[in-house]
């Protein structure tokens, strides 16, 4: 018997329930409490094996809440990452003076990246609109640095992303 989600109900109920407990002792109150709550069991002398169970759980619902959390925002990054190249592909392919050998460039070889990057900076240079040479530098660094950004390396190091 599957949800909407394609889990199951004892799947969704099970996540719904981790979910409130990792809340519950993710916060910082939880945590002092907690804290407060293992020194006077040491204090007054109860079961330390007891305690030590406690202490994994607690560590091991931190660290899978901690991962969720990871893995949704790497989730959303991807989508927003995807969302954004295909705005960019679609400017490029509307523009006429741009060149359509950018669209889907992430999907590219690192070589075809850096030759691609290397004509660029060419063009730039032989422009004869930038006859500045603070605007042409101006441009060139822009570049260089959307290209660190985006894991590409900068003055033709190729760097470790595609």
């Not at 994994?56 to 989730?75: D, F, G, K, P, Y």
């Not at 969302?83 to 523009?95: P, Q, R």
């Not at 290397?118 to 032989?126: F, I, P, R, T």
Request: hydrophobic share 45%.
């Amino acid at each position: 018997m599957a949800g909407s989600d394609g889990k199951s109900w004892f799947e969704s109920v099970g996540c719904r329930i981790s979910a409130v407990v990792a809340d519950l002792f993710a916060h910082p109150y939880a945590q002092i409490g907690f804290i407060v709550v293992c020194v006077a069991w040491f204090a007054i002398g109860f079961n330390i094996n007891l305690l030590t169970a406690a202490l994994s759980i607690m560590a091991i619902t931190l660290t899978q809440m901690v991962l969720n959390n990871q893995n949704e925002r790497e989730a959303e990054a991807r989508r927003r990452d995807i969302a954004m190249h295909a705005k960019l592909d679609e400017l490029i392919s509307a523009s006429r003076k741009a060149r359509n050998d950018f669209v889907g460039v992430e999907d590219r070889d690192e070589e075809e990246i850096v030759q691609l990057k290397e004509e660029v900076k060419e063009a730039l240079e032989e422009a004869p609109v930038l006859d500045e040479p603070e605007i042409k530098e101006t441009i060139k660094e822009a570049v260089e640095e959307a290209l660190q950004e985006n894991g590409h390396g900068g003055k033709g190091n190729v760097g470790s992303k595609a």
